[in-house]
T-cell receptor, first 113, second 108 residues
Framework: DGGITQSPKYLFRKEGQNVTLSCEQNLNHDAMYWYRQDPGQGLRLIYYSQIVNDFQKGDIAEGYSVSREKKESFPLTVTSAQKNPTAFYLC????????????FGDGTRLSIL | KNEVEQSPQNLTAQEGEFITINCSYSVGISALHWLQQHPGGGIVSLFMLSSGKKKHGRLIATINIQEKHSSLHITASHPRDSAVYICAVLGSARQLTFGSGTQLTVLP
């Protein structure tokens, strides 16, 4: 089945630790995106990548880092510098960089203890 | 003021009712998306439209570019339609700006 796999679905980490969220896709899409969702707010863009080995900051990139070494993978690291990391994180893809993301993963809920 | 405003924030309906969710935006856009988010969190794209109207099954989406307004209609609603419905607009920066969503609950 073609799709986007985010793992794990739930993640708990102690304050001060870095944590990496996985996003893998087998859709052969060029563009990949990371969004953060907080209660009562719209999704906000953290980082996006239009091609391998290239990525751009979104609206709320501070405290996060990404890599795009392979077309199918776009991991997001939540660093200890992120002041309020507890949130729901969604990965998305699009065949190209036009039109915005149209395919979404099931998300990872990160809780900092 | 948010660039994308949805109303209502919460909506409860009886099975079979006709449902309308509204989306207003304040910026110029090239397209508008309607998305559905299920309780588990996964999001599915329902429609992308830039003019007029689109229909898929019991779902209908309309957009009025001049009035900067879009509506999502659900006919003959069913409990399985219960979800969060999200409006998102594609602006000049080729990125999506999302509304905060409408929580729909359809009671049997």
């Amino acid at each position: 089945d073609g799709g986007i796999t985010q793992s794990p679905k739930y993640l708990f980490r102690k304050e001060g630790q870095n944590v990496t969220l996985s996003c893998e896709q087998n859709l052969n899409h060029d563009a990949m995106y990371w969004y953060r969702q907080d209660p009562g707010q719209g999704l906000r863009l953290i980082y996006y990548s239009q091609i391998v080995n290239d990525f751009q900051k979104g609206d709320i990139a501070e405290g996060y880092s990404v890599s795009r070494e392979k077309k199918e993978s776009f991991p997001l690291t939540v660093t200890s510098a992120q002041k309020n990391p507890t949130a729901f994180y969604l990965c998305a893809t699009n065949p190209d960089s036009s039109g915005g993301p149209q395919h979404f993963g099931d998300g990872t809920r990160l809780s900092i203890l | 003021k948010n660039e994308v405003e949805q109303s209502p924030q919460n909506l409860t309906a009886q099975e079979g009712e006709f449902i309308t969710i509204n989306c207003s935006y304040s910026v110029g856009i090239s397209a508008l998306h309607w998305l559905q988010q299920h309780p588990g969190g996964g999001i599915v794209s329902l429609f992308m439209l830039s003019s007029g109207k689109k229909k898929h099954g019991r779902l209908i989406a309309t957009i009025n570019i001049q009035e900067k307004h879009s509506s999502l209609h659900i006919t003959a609603s069913h409990p399985r339609d219960s979800a969060v419905y999200i409006c998102a607009v594609l602006g000049s920066a080729r990125q999506l700006t999302f509304g905060s969503g409408t929580q729909l609950t359809v009671l049997p």
